[in-house]
C-alpha cells in the first residue's frame, strides 16, 4: 500500500498535565499538515484553530489540513476509517497520527490496538509515546497514581510541562531525576522544547541522518550504566516486588510506585537461533506478560547474521518482527531493552542467560526449561 505505514504517536499524560495545551501549539506547527488528530470527545479538548468544515459523523476539518477525529466505540475502528479515507480518495493524504489518550488511561491497550491488529499494523507503526508530568503536582500524582508511573515508564519521549509555576526548583529537579529513574532511555524536555522536530520521528529510522539508529531507538545512550545483566538497580526487595516507601536514589522522598518499576538492558554478543528467542519471548509473556509493560529489541539471528531482527512489544503484544536489509553500524550481537512492572527480581536475567547459553547461578539448562518452563517463572 503506497503511503503506508503510518506513523502513529500516543499523546498521553494524567489529568491536568496539559496535553491539549500542547496538542493546539502543535498543530499550528507546519510539520503537522496532513496529520490527524484523535480525540475522546471533542467536548472535552479545546482545539483552538478554527473548524471549517464538519466532514462527517465524528471528523471535523481543519484550517490547516489536519483532521481532529473522536474515538467511536474502538479506537481499531477510528483508524480503519481514517485508512479506508484514505485510500477511498476522501482523504487525500495522511503523514502522521497522533492519539490523545484520557488522563486515566493506561496508554497499553491504545499501543496494543496499532500492534495486534492484523489489518492496522499493515497501515500504521508505532511511532513513540509521548508523556507529559506536570512539574508542579508531578510527584505527587506519581505516588497516588500507578497509571501515571506506568505512562512515564513506557514513554520515548517526557514533557515536564508547567516548570515556570513550580515555586522550588529543588522539587522539579528532583522529578526530573525521578522520570530519568523510571524511564533511563526516554528521552526528558521541558514544554519549551516540544515541538514536532523533538516529539516525532522516534523510531528506528533518524530523519536527520536518513538512516536506521539503533542506539537512538533502544535509548541506550541514557541506560547504558543501568542494567545490562538483567539485574536493576531500583531498589527491589530480595523478592522483587515494592517494599513500601523508602530513599530513593536522587532524591529523599519515599515513592511507593517507583520501586515496582525497573528497566532491563540486556545484551548478547554474537548470534542466537530464532527459536531461542521465540521461546524466550513465548515464555516471557506466557508467565508475566502483563508485567511487561514495553520491549524493544534487535537480535543478531545465528540463520542470518547479516540482517538484524527487529522486536518490538507491549505486554503480551509483539509487533511482527521486521528484519533489516542490513546491520546500521559494525555493533552487532543482540540488545534487547525491557521496562517491567513487579517483575520478580532475578527472571528476566535467568531466562535471557538460559536461552543465550550464558553462565549464571542457578540458572537451569535450556533442556530442562523447556521441559518445564515454569521452573522460573517466578509463580
Known sequence: MAGFPIP?????????????????RLLRDPALADTAVIINEFGEVAIDHLLVEQASDGIIQLSDGCLCCTVRGELVDTLADLVDRLQTGRIDRLARVVVETTGLADPAPVLQSIMAHPALVQAFRLDGVITLVDAVNGNATLDAHVEAVKQVAVADRIVLSKADLATDAGDVEALRARLRQLNPGAVVLDASQASAATLFDCGLYNPATKSVDVQRW????????????????????DDGHDGGDHHHHGHGHGHRHDSRVRSHSLVHDGPVPFSAIEM????????????????????ELAEDPSRPLVIHGVQKILHPPVQLPAWPDSQRGTRLVLITLDM?????????AAFTNQPSIDTPDRAALESNPLAIAGR
Open 344 to 352: 520478580p527480581e532475578d527472571y528476566v536475567r535467568r531466562l535471557f
Open 8 to 24: 502513529v504517536s500516543v499523546l498521553t499524560g494524567f489529568l491536568g498535565a496539559g496535553k491539549t495545551t500542547l496538542l493546539n
Open 280 to 299: 524466550f519471548l513465548d515464555l516471557l509473556r506466557s508467565a508475566h506478560g502483563e508485567r511487561l509493560l514495553r520491549m524493544k529489541g534487535v537480535i
Open 218 to 237: 533502544l535509548g541506550e545512550e541514557a541506560g547504558d550504566d543501568h542494567d545490562h545483566s538483567g539485574h536493576d538497580h531500583s531498589g527491589h526487595d
